[in-house]
């Protein structure tokens, strides 16, 4: 019967539609009840039995009864052909084609699953077998690498069983970012697939937590691609209070280092973070929390903030372009930072007259001196185009900048300079590290502020403001910002209830 179910799964679709259609005619002519058949009911001997097969005259056809049992069957079989004088070879024929024909009528009219009146259910023959998609789809077993001290990408697959041309194939895999696999770095993760060849078919190596560079065994190339999760942000505040210092209030408050860095950048051109603060100082925070697939990975950008300064309150919105504006739309981004460096202290202030510690004399002081360890990176502190970047024995390593409406910076006694002379540079780009070069007894950075070649103090000389919000975009901002300030004052009121709890 398994030849049979074979013979008729092979058949093409239009003769299998051909038997299933003329199956289903011949067998609503038997069941239509007739008058004999209705006379017939009350003859139990001869109602069908469920589990057995019963012969079916088709015209031009004559097919024999069979019943469940082989031996009944072969008994049946073996009489029917003896009354009918047929030859062995036509008795072979004739059994193939109605053990056929029977196997194509039931497959027909009872799917896989139908009880019908002949068939129980674990008897049905299937109409058609589909491969499941663990039997479509070869099943990939993985492993993981840790790239080591002197790794390469040779090196790990080489570890795994892969020779130098697997290799080969993958840096020069279709698609973008392949090179990055060529700048692993220690600590960093790789997740290997392979079939059960051993092929290598699949290579995982996150580049984020968000990223991750997927390379892939396609018709025997392969191909690269960056797969990049979807970040949830949820918003999130936080609100202090200074007792010590702003940077313990704030880890107090749940910020992370990153977060205080930047909050005290955007309030960085009108509150000197080293020098102004004060006990009793507070801020409020609005900032994002990303999540992946529901779990939490990091924080993201400050929305707005408020700082009360000496009972001076400052608060900054951040739109859509990425800058941060006041309430009313103007740029806390003034056109040059108050301090280029991130320093300890002040250890000389602008003054007309100093006495200096190595030339021993009086002379004027025309900058300030920023306190720093040797190495802390020097920014510029606006836009501009270096017009010396050298050295000699007063200034040491020095970079001197050109900025607009008649402004120049100085920046000396840096351990390495950072730019070369004619270059652009951007407020914020790092120019140099700082040192003590040239005439200098300590790490500092000595930085000058020239306004039509007249020293100014760069700690009080009045800032040019940054352009304010585009004018096409401020009703839109008017309404973020009303947003906004809501939100920092909920965070007020929550740390004054908080506050009244305590006391």
Do not use: C
Request: glycine share 6%.
């Amino acid at each position: 019967m398994n030849n049979i179910k074979n013979l008729y799964l092979e058949l093409p679709k239009k003769h299998k539609v051909i038997i299933s259609s003329f199956s289903i005619i011949l067998m609503l002519v038997l069941f239509i009840p007739s008058e004999k058949a209705t006379a017939s009911r009350q003859n139990n001997a001869n109602t069908l039995q469920v589990g057995k097969r019963y012969q079916v005259n088709v015209p031009g056809q004559e097919l024999e009864l069979v019943n469940p049992a082989p031996a009944e069957k072969s008994q049946a079989n073996t009489k029917a052909m003896a009354e009918k004088n047929v030859s062995k070879q036509e008795q072979i024929a004739q059994a193939t084609d109605t053990e056929t024909q029977e196997a194509n009528t039931t497959a027909a009219l009872y799917p896989v699953g139908s009880l019908g009146p002949f068939l129980p259910q674990e008897q049905a023959l299937p109409t058609e077998q589909t491969a499941t998609p663990e039997e479509q789809t070869p099943a990939v077993s993985w492993q993981t690498a840790k790239v080591r001290n002197g790794d390469s990408l040779a090196k790990i697959l080489k570890r795994a069983g892969y020779g130098a041309s697997v290799t080969h194939k993958v840096i020069n895999a279709k698609g973008k970012n392949t090179k990055l696999l060529k700048k692993i770095k220690v600590g960093d993760i790789l997740r290997l697939g392979s079939d059960n060849k051993g092929t290598l078919v699949a290579l995982e190596y996150p580049l984020s937590k968000t990223e991750t560079l997927e390379v892939a065994l396609i018709d025997e190339v392969y191909h690269a691609s960056t797969d990049i999760k979807e970040v949830e942000i949820r918003e999130a505040m936080a609100n202090g209070i200074i007792s010590s210092s702003f940077w313990h209030a704030a880890v107090d408050a749940g910020m992370n280092d990153s977060q205080i860095i930047n909050l005290a950048n955007v309030f960085g051109w009108d509150i000197d973070f080293a020098l102004d603060i004060r006990e009793g100082d507070s801020f409020h925070v609005v900032y994002e929390k990303q999540y992946i697939d529901g779990e939490y990975i990091g924080t993201g950008n400050i929305l707005a903030a408020e700082f009360i300064n000496q009972n001076e309150a400052f608060q900054a919105i951040r739109f859509k372009d990425g800058e941060y504006y006041s309430a009313d739309g103007n740029s806390m981004r003034k056109a040059f930072l108050r301090a280029p460096v991130n320093f300890k202290y002040i250890s000389s202030n602008f003054k007309r007259k100093r006495f200096h510690p190595i030339q021993k004399r009086w002379k004027s002081h025309n900058g300030t001196d920023y306190r720093a360890n040797k190495g802390t990176p020097v920014v510029a502190s606006g836009n501009g185009r270096v017009t010396h970047a050298t050295y000699n024995k007063f200034n040491g390593n020095y970079v001197f900048i050109q900025h607009g409406n008649g402004i120049v910076t100085k920046y000396l006694h840096f351990s390495k300079r950072a730019v070369k002379k004619g270059q652009r540079v951007k407020q914020g780009q790092v120019i140099g590290y700082v040192g003590s070069t040239g005439m200098s007894q300590a790490p500092h950075l000595h930085y000058e502020f020239l306004v039509n070649g007249v020293h100014r103090n760069p700690r009080t000389v009045k800032l040019p403001d940054a352009q304010p919000i585009a004018k096409k975009y401020k009703n839109e901002f008017a309404q973020l910002s009303k947003q906004r300030l809501a939100e920092l004052d909920g965070s007020k009121q929550a740390l004054l209830a908080m506050q009244a709890t305590e006391n």
